[in-house]
């Protein structure tokens, strides 16, 4: 890692947060029953799994649909990190 890179922690911080955020802007966080976010960096591969147990109905997000989103997210903000 030269010394311009993010460290390894900043990097799973940045893709949990903002996968958090997609799912906080679709749902309440009282709405939202269970969620899990894991974060796996290492050797610069970057794996980001969202689980998202959420309502589900006419009016709602699809949850399957917020928790794909949330995913990709978090690899554009690690995208972008590195850019930087």
């Known amino acids: 890692m030269s010394p311009d890179e993010p460290s390894d922690e900043t990097v799973v911080r940045t893709a949990a947060d903002a996968a958090e955020g997609v799912i906080f802007s679709q749902y309440k966080q009282s709405d939202v029953r269970d969620y899990d976010v894991t974060v796996v960096f290492e050797d610069g591969v970057l794996e980001v799994d969202v ?17 794909d989103d949330a995913a990709l997210t978090a690899r554009q903000a690690v995208d972008d990190l590195f850019e930087a």
Request: charged share 40%; proline share 18%; no cysteine.
């Open 51 to 67: 689980y998202l147990n959420a309502p589900e109905g006419e009016d709602e997000p699809d949850p399957e649909r917020v928790a």
